[in-house]
């Protein structure tokens, strides 16, 4: 069989892969703190014995968009929102350190500090944890103070310290959870040092930065591709349908 078959082939499931990725952009367009992955494939040539003939494509990952999205103001005193560069640290239900930008805390039962999905809110010192408390506010440099619980209200304490962390976005990579790491892909992700340049805006929360018009149309150019890809399948079959029949007429 012609081998044009496989390139379409390997084309269509390419198309396929983009697809998804976009898909999932868009089905996190309102998720707090998202950033968007981007989906690539290049033709690659294939060598043999002689001059090279055909073109496969190849899936290519060429990182995530980490632009910051739009700040959104919420009035609640367990939002934040890294404001400029900078990343919130969490830990992972592996229990390595990752980071996000989604700042929609709560504190459990135990008094931790949690992120929306659930994983603990990292401060100087590992996991934040609170005592009882009458009220709560989080500083712009990630200081977290309370009044104590039936205490006077100015006898404000501090109680710990949001690590926010500033590493090189070259180093950074988003992981199958959704949480970014500092370091290579595929290996564990390394520690960021707590940066005190980093500010966050209390009360508010950042959008994500997908742009919803953007995906469809990349999602509907893919399609065309996906067609196409098919079409050059359909073609290989009946030119060795085609091909067939005239050996069977020589013979």
Do not use: C
Request: net charge negative; aromatic share 4%.
């Amino acid at each position: 069989m012609d081998k044009s078959i496989y390139i379409g082939m390997s084309g269509a499931k390419q198309s396929m892969l983009g697809q998804q990725a976009h898909a999932n952009n868009l089905a996190n367009v309102n998720t707090t703190g998202f950033k968007r992955d981007f989906a690539q494939a290049r033709s690659m040539p294939v060598f043999g014995e002689a001059y090279p003939t055909r073109a496969y494509a190849m899936t290519e990952r060429p990182g995530t968009d980490l632009s910051a999205g739009a700040l959104m103001e919420t009035g609640r005193d367990l939002d934040v929102a890294v404001n400029g560069d900078g990343w919130l640290a969490v830990q992972a239900d592996s229990g390595e350190e990752v980071y996000t930008r989604s700042g929609s805390l709560s504190v459990d039962v135990n008094g931790m500090l949690r992120t929306a999905s659930g994983e603990p809110v990292l401060g100087n010192g590992g996991p934040v944890a609170l005592p009882p408390y009458d009220s709560l506010t989080i500083a712009q440099d990630g200081t977290v103070s309370i009044v104590p619980a039936g205490g006077p209200p100015n006898q404000l304490v501090q109680i710990d310290r949001l690590k926010l962390v500033n590493p090189s976005q070259d180093s950074m990579h988003k992981g199958t959870d959704g949480f970014l790491r500092s370091g290579p892909e595929g290996q564990a992700g390394t520690v960021a040092p707590a940066d005190p340049t980093v500010r966050i805006e209390p009360g508010f929360l950042e959008a994500s930065n997908v742009n919803a018009v953007e995906e469809m149309i990349d999602n509907l150019q893919l399609a065309r591709q996906y067609e196409m890809q098919v079409k050059i399948m359909r073609t290989a079959e009946s030119n060795s349908q085609a091909t067939a029949r005239l050996l069977q007429n020589l013979g």
